[in-house]
């Protein structure tokens, strides 16, 4: 292998591990909780369709990259082409449409008791699986044009509106696709960050004020259930923060490459990697701040502490 491709072989390589082992931790405890308890909260079934997607993206995207960079080389054919970009794409798209869901929820959940928002808390809570149904129609649809028009990559000419992704191409044939395309990609992105960025605004505006009245507030049951809230809403605020930053650079790159008529694969993995990087990252984030998942975690360790005494002991 290259040592120059090292570091970008190393990257991935981290990503996929860390991805891999994280996402597949929330989804495999949801399940066990939705199995035992018979009902799953509705922000961690939201959280569980993140992880899912997550790890899509992940197989998707990231595998290939870090097989590329080892100097693996013609791996995928055209069908198979197909299938990656189309499942990287759909579920890139779920990415942001479920964290956007996640905010907006949260801000609902946070919000005063008035009979509006009970109608919309009521709404949300019951139909959480609807709107993911919904995102997910929507994307399949969107993102059938890359179903249909990817290819691997071989040594032919392509024309100038072509995406090179590792294996594969997609080649949009004329500037008008090639635009169309491009823009509504952004708008989308754009569309369901101003939701997100108006749904954690408001989430931050009820923090701040609700931090200044806990002073004067002694410790009750009540309390405790609100103080729960606002540890999700602070989650909350952490991943859409983390999403921001990351696609925020994913997009930013998209949109120089408009300006280029021909995109080199290096700029394409870098602007993939910040792409990726939230499907890797966002189960940190996910994990140390709720409850559920850091309980079984503990308990994890208390176990294996305990085990290893015990076998001391017998040893002994």
């Known amino acids: 292998m290259d040592l120059q491709l090292l ?3 190393l990257g991935f390589l981290i990503l996929l591990i860390i991805g891999v082992t994280g996402n597949v931790f929330i989804i495999i405890r ?4 939705r199995i035992s308890e018979k009902k799953l909260q509705p922000i961690n079934l939201i959280l569980t369709v993140l992880a899912l997607v ?8 990231v595998i290939p990259q870090s097989l590329s960079a080892l100097g693996v080389e013609n791996l995928l054919g055209d069908t198979a082409c197909k299938l990656v970009i189309f499942t990287y794409n759909v579920n890139r798209a779920m990415s942001i449409c479920v964290t956007s869901l996640l905010s907006c929820y949260q801000c609902v959940i946070i919000a005063p008791k008035t009979n509006v928002w009970i109608y919309f808390k009521h709404r949300i809570t019951q139909n959480a699986s ?6 997910w129609v929507i994307n399949l649809s969107m993102y059938s044009y890359f179903f249909l028009n990817a290819s691997a990559r071989r040594n032919q000419t392509t024309s100038p509106y072509s995406l090179h992704l590792v294996y594969c191409d997609v080649d949009f044939l004329n500037y008008i696709l090639y635009i169309v ?3 509504c990609h952004v708008l989308r992105d754009f569309i369901f960050v101003v939701f997100m960025a108006m ?9 701040i004020r609700h ?3 806990v002073r004067c507030i002694r410790r009750s049951d009540m309390f405790h259930s609100t103080s729960v809230e606002y540890r999700a809403s602070k989650a909350v605020i952490m991943l859409v923060v983390l999403y921001v930053l990351l696609y925020g650079m994913d997009n930013a790159m998209w949109i120089y490459i408009f300006t280029l008529s021909d995109v080199s694969t290096s700029m394409n993995e870098v602007r993939i990697f910040f792409a990726s990087s939230y499907s890797s990252l966002s189960p940190i984030v996910i994990i140390i701040t709720n409850t559920k998942l850091k309980q079984n975690l503990l308990s994890y360790k208390r176990n294996k502490i305990l085990c290893s005494v015990h076998w001391k002991d017998y040893g002994n």
Do not use: C, D
């Open 181 to 183: 395309n491009g823009t």
């Open 7 to 9: 570091p970008k072989a």
């Open 211 to 213: 931090e200044r009245s």
């Open 30 to 33: 949801f399940s066990y909780i």
């Open 54 to 61: 997550n790890v899509l993206v992940i197989i998707s995207r």
């Open 130 to 135: 609807r709107f993911i149904l919904f995102f």
């Open 199 to 207: 749904a954690s605004g408001y989430i931050v505006f009820t923090l």
